[in-house]
């Protein structure tokens, strides 16, 4: 039995209105007023067709939240009594029982306020009035004497992305937006535990627990960790007992690919008078992780070792799955992780224009072997450096480390997204007008925030196994020579710098953080957020659900580029998904053939906070888009590689695995419609964690061939590669057959007479295909897997589009 309480106020009558009006409304708790207002029917889908712009409205107000809640005798005799925010956006007063109790500004930090003297037995109030983010941010902006790029939004410790991005909304929220509840604890209770990593080989593993422990008075104490139990004697306040633990022949913690992810889970109690009083779970992994940059001849690397071992990390950039966050819940967080397990994804970036993800990211992250980048959350602009500010921040820094860092998963703190790049290259201090006395004061205050305040407070709450951290992602800007030759790297030349895709096989750093290009979801999923049934790309709607203000043109130029453009709108979503595919294969094999000059691809990005055309691989309904699939295939950890690099085709294999392999690999040149052109075969030997040219053809041995209609196919093991050698509106395509036989209700058999180039399953039933989007060749017969039963499947393929 435990002597402490924690009671949830979230199911509770919450109600809530605007300012200055009368009627409340029902609110959920967590929520924020857009869902609020949705659920009342007071306001139109936010999501829906152009409705976001006639909600803007919304931003500009104050929002009053309140509740009643009931305080039994029992309860109030507790001589501590906490009412805890886990988070509330962004700006709020806090008032119980008609009296101010507490002043919230910082959506990312948690609110622990004593109540004890202000609550009565019986029926107690809440109420918190929340401000105007939006005009609290534009009021701190004018008492600067120069602008900040990234204008109010950088004055509020808010998402960023709510201000609207170029793949998002601007739905500016405010709310609860976090669990509420109320902490009741007689004379101790644990407030933290953390550990350190003693010592960690084949034969023993050696932790050192750090348990903070508030205490209401001198007291002794017994603090048990597991099966070991010890005494120990408290003083008032905060205590930080220290209590090692040992483990024998402990396994390892690895990453999605390489091992088991284990973790040992302990459970961590105080326990007086034989009665548990106060206690805390968590799950450790053990590992070992570092960040090497050494200096060799052609610039800095910039890889991570885990256990001792260099791992290429192979991942994406992840954004919140939502503009409004109470709606990503922990099934969300679990299928998200799932689909970058299937898709033999290593690692993701948490971006810093978002949110610190919710505890159940984490956890399936350390159950699933996914390393994580953790962006602190600031991205894309200057930001003030007032004592307040700073002050703010470090409570922020503070809250998150210390609920983040036992986890596995964590591997590296980012202080900031592309602040230093674009302070240093897009042009600000013209734009803005700066005198020199703004510029140097505006960049003092950025080296006091990140490389001062951050990292100082981040060692702080570590005392032996210190975190990796690093500044501002990229290191340097990808206009500039040495961002290829040290440090992380985003490279936009393609997209932004309407560069072709093959400048990606040039464009290869040392560890590429970003790199993307957008894709348009399926149709179904734009019919749910765009009215007409007649759709195409001039539609207002259609025109809303694009925020970069040139996607559809860039996409058309490089459609135009490589592809026949479709005139139906169905066919030009899915002539755009190849695209995209084709465009990022490019860039990750070139990034994996690198290895290990390159040691790590991240693209832009994973997901979407709303249904819309963007850079995402999956959509907002977990959809998966062909790059999904494609990033799965070139993510295998046995990869083949064809490029062409001067007069040769080249073919690599890149293994990441920790194993050798010696093998056949066998090619063969093959006709669209299946005969045989020219084949060879060798014994390789292939070493664990590299990346070699294991067969060289020379081009002119394919002379004689028409290279319109043929297709490389090269194996080794199980993996296969099929290498085109021209744009896919070149190929000679003809007319395929393409037969489906059904296995049982959830497999099926795929099959052509000839070449069946990015074939494209799908049903008017909701299922998934572990593959799609796949070429079919001659002979092949191909299994596909579905998650729930189909009435019929359809087919369509790139010879229909391009006939």
């Not at 600031?378 to 922020?396: I, R």
């Not at 072709?500 to 957008?518: A, I, L």
Request: with cysteine; proline share 4%; hydrophobic share 35%.
């Amino acid at each position: 039995m435990s002597q402490n309480i924690q009671r949830s106020l979230n199911n509770e009558d919450w109600k809530f209105k605007q300012e200055n009006k009368e009627n409340w409304l029902p609110a959920k708790i967590p929520g924020t007023v857009h869902t609020d207002l949705l659920a009342n029917k007071a306001i139109e889908d936010p999501f829906f067709g152009t409705n976001e712009k006639q909600l803007q409205w919304i931003e500009n107000e104050n929002w009053n939240y309140k509740t009643s809640f009931i305080i039994s005798k029992s309860e109030l005799k507790f001589k501590n009594i906490e009412l805890e925010f886990k988070g509330l956006d962004t700006y709020a007063t806090v008032f119980l029982n008609g009296k101010p109790i507490s002043e919230a500004n910082n959506m990312f930090r948690t609110w622990k306020i004593p109540v004890k003297n202000y609550l009565i037995e019986g029926e107690n109030n809440i109420e918190i009035k929340f401000k105007s983010a939006v005009v609290k941010g534009k009021s701190a902006a004018q008492k600067l004497p120069y602008t900040l790029p990234g204008d109010e939004k950088v004055f509020t410790r808010k998402a960023q992305y709510q201000y609207g991005w170029d793949w998002g909304p601007r739905l500016v929220t405010s709310g609860i937006w976090k669990d509420v509840n109320l902490n009741f604890w007689k004379d101790v209770i644990i407030e933290n535990v953390s550990y350190n990593q003693l010592k960690l080989n084949d034969d023993n593993a050696i932790l050192e627990f750090v348990t903070t422990i508030k205490a209401d008075k001198e007291s002794t104490i017994q603090l048990k960790i597991n099966e070991i139990i010890q005494t120990f004697n408290l003083k008032k306040g905060l205590n930080k007992i220290k209590m090692n633990y040992e483990i024998k022949n402990p396994k390892r913690w690895w990453t999605n690919g390489l091992g088991e992810a284990h973790l040992y889970p302990f459970e961590i109690s105080l326990i007086a008078d034989k009665m548990i009083i106060s206690s805390k779970k968590l799950n450790i992994g053990l590992r070992t992780i570092e960040l090497i940059q050494e200096k060799d001849k052609i610039g800095t690397s910039f890889y991570f070792k885990l256990n001792g071992i260099p791992v290429f990390m192979k991942g994406a950039n992840y954004i919140p799955d939502d503009s409004f966050m109470p709606r990503i819940s922990d099934s969300i967080y679990k299928a998200r992780i799932k689909i970058a397990v299937d898709s033999n994804m290593n690692m993701l970036r948490v971006w810093g224009g978002g949110i610190y993800a919710d505890d159940a990211f984490y956890d399936e992250c350390d159950k699933n072997g996914m390393l994580v980048w953790q962006d602190f959350m600031f991205a894309c602009s200057m930001y003030p450096g007032d004592a307040d500010f700073l002050a703010n921040v470090k409570h922020e820094v503070i809250d998150n480390v210390t609920r983040l860092q036992n986890h596995p998963s964590l591997a590296i703190w980012c202080g900031n997204n592309e602040n230093d790049e674009g302070w240093k290259n897009w042009g600000w201090q013209k734009q803005y007008n700066y005198s020199k006395a703004d510029s140097t004061k505006i960049w003092n205050d950025y080296e006091k925030l990140f490389h001062q305040l951050i990292p100082k407070t981040l060692d702080s709450l570590s005392s032996k196994n210190k975190p990796i951290y690093w500044p501002s992602s990229p290191s340097i800007g990808w206009g500039k020579k040495e961002s290829m030759t040290q440090g992380d790297s985003h490279y936009w030349g393609i997209w932004w710098g309407k560069e072709p895709f093959e400048v990606y096989k040039k464009k290869v750093g040392r560890f590429m953080s970003e790199h993307g290009f957008q894709g348009m979801p399926n149709l179904e999923t734009l019919q749910k957020v765009v009215p007409q049934n007649d759709l195409n790309l001039t539609l207002e709607a259609i025109k809303n659900h694009q925020k970069h203000p040139t996607g559809y043109e860039t996409i058309n130029e490089y459609m135009a580029r490589d592809y026949v453009i479709p005139k139906d709108f169905e066919n030009y979503t899915y002539v755009s998904q190849l695209l995209q595919a084709d465009g990022m294969k490019t860039a990750i094999e070139a990034h994996r053939r690198a290895k290990p000059y390159c040691m790590g691809t991240l693209y832009w990005q994973f997901n979407d906070c709303w249904p819309v055309t963007s850079w995402s691989s999956i959509d907002y309904y977990g959809n998966w888009k062909a790059f999904q699939y494609q990033v799965k295939r070139s993510f295998e950890n046995l990869l083949i590689s064809v490029n062409e690099e001067s007069d040769f085709y080249k073919v690599y294999v890149v293994n990441d695995n920790l194993e050798k392999y010696s093998d056949k690999i066998v090619l063969e040149l093959i006709s669209f419609d299946g005969h045989s052109l020219w084949n060879s075969s060798k014994d390789i030997h292939v070493d664990e964690n590299s990346s070699l040219v294991v067969f060289e053809i020379p081009n002119a041995d394919f002379l004689n061939f028409d290279l319109q209609q043929a297709v490389l196919k090269v194996q080794f093991r199980d993996a296969i590669s099929n290498y085109f050698f021209v744009k896919p509106k070149e190929l000679k395509l003809t007319k395929p057959t393409i037969k489906i036989t059904k296995i049982d209700d959830l497999t099926y058999e795929v099959s052509s007479d000839v070449l069946a180039k990015n074939a494209f399953l799908f049903s008017d039933e909701t299922t998934h295909f572990n593959d799609n989007y796949f070429d079919i060749l001659p002979s092949e017969k191909i299994t596909i897997k579905l998650s729930k039963t189909a009435i019929q499947l359809k087919v369509k393929s790139l010879y229909d589009i391009l006939k």
